[in-house]
């Protein structure tokens, strides 16, 4: 793709097509600034008459410690970006809980909640700078499942723009692991900037290691890599 631009209209484009295929879908989201594009112009398309009204939602990821009224938390996000706009209701989207009393008993029920909707359709990822996907950080087994997992010094650098402070970012996540994304029929990885230049080219080129865990995904049997120009300036 050319630019963000085109790579969010691109993807956009594929979620849509899965929707009118199956207006029960069940999609996996992803937070961030990658997607804020492509959410936009799902708006877009509910707002031009697509019925998002059967859609079932799960998201990747969510900070340990943050309510969901939090402003920065990703029940928070996704209810600004897309939810309220696009008249999904609340039963019908799924995020971990970052103020379960058990975190374990939370992982647990959310990776059983994915199973009883016959799972994931089509999942969307970003990137991270490190090649992490959801918040699985270099080193996380493959074999994961949704977990606690601790922040890499490098997505709390990355995240900070989004708070007042680096000190007020999180240091731990409830993430599906590994293993949890792989289980999605489909999977859209996302990419823009230079920035994710390196890590682009890891998860496409490179060995499939935990050390780079978005290598995975040329484990699996239906990826589709949308990127910008400049992240795919390794390629």
Partial sequence: ???????????????????????????????????????????????????????????????????ADHPQSYRHYMEKNLFAKVGLERKRTHIPDGTAADLEAECRRYDELIRSTGGIDLQLLGIGSNAHIGFNEPGTPFGSETQVVDLAESTIRDNARFFASADEVPTQAISMGIKSIMQAKNIILMA????????????????????????????????????????????
Avoid at 18 to 25: L, T
Avoid at 210 to 218: N, R, T
Wanted: hydrophobic fraction near 45%; avoid cysteine.
């Fill in 1 to 67: 793709m050319n630019n963000y631009d085109s790579m969010s209209d691109e993807v956009a484009k594929l979620v849509i097509a899965k929707i009118r295929k199956k207006p029960a879908s069940v999609l996996g989201l992803a937070t961030g600034s990658t997607p804020l594009g492509v959410y936009e112009l799902l708006v877009e398309y509910h707002e031009n008459g697509v019925d998002f009204s059967q859609v079932t939602t799960f998201n990747l990821d969510e900070y340990v410690g943050l309510a």
């Fill in 192 to 235: 823009n900037g230079g920035s994710k230049a390196d890590a682009v080219f890891a998860a496409v080129k490179g060995p499939v290691t935990p050390e780079v865990p978005a290598s995975v995904l040329q484990l699996h049997p239906s990826v589709t890599v949308v990127v910008d120009q400049a992240a795919a300036s390794r390629l």
